[in-house]
């Protein structure tokens, strides 16, 4: 019996959520307008959930040969220990983006979200800020001119309107 990997189960997820949030948002009775960013965010979810999907599920769940080895005490769980580590470390990341979307706006949250991330990956400097101020430049591109959608801009900054 193959145990299934816990990505896949992640990728399910995500794929639920995905469709969930593009089913809701055309049924919303709202303005067109607030219609068109779950159906965008939900969309690129969905795509790249069934890709990851259909990637898990041809590759299976053969592990790295280094990480076949299984842990010195029975029962210890050691690989799922570092797997779900890694998992909580990048729900953290996620959160510190939505509070500072919520704290300084898409703009500058997006930029200094990259820059952090990309260093900590191990990124040069000039890549890191190469990537961050493109990001948000191509946000802002498609949302509030190709979209006409107003970005958020922060709460410390909603003293400028």
Known sequence: ???LSGDLYVFAVIFAIALLVIIWSLFIETQDESKVL??????FALVLAAIGLVKKARVGTS???????EPSEPGTGTQ???E????????AWLWGLGIGIYLAG?????FLFVLLYMKWLGARWRTAIVCAIISPLVVYGVFQLALKMDLYRGLLFSWLD
């Open 106 to 110: 898409y703009a500058v949250a997006i």
């Open 63 to 69: 592990l790295p040969v280094a990480a076949k080895s």
């Open 1 to 3: 019996m193959k145990r």
């Open 80 to 82: 799922s220990k570092t």
């Open 38 to 43: 779950p159906l965008v965010i939900g969309g």
């Open 84 to 91: 779900t580590a890694r998992y909580l470390l990048n729900l």
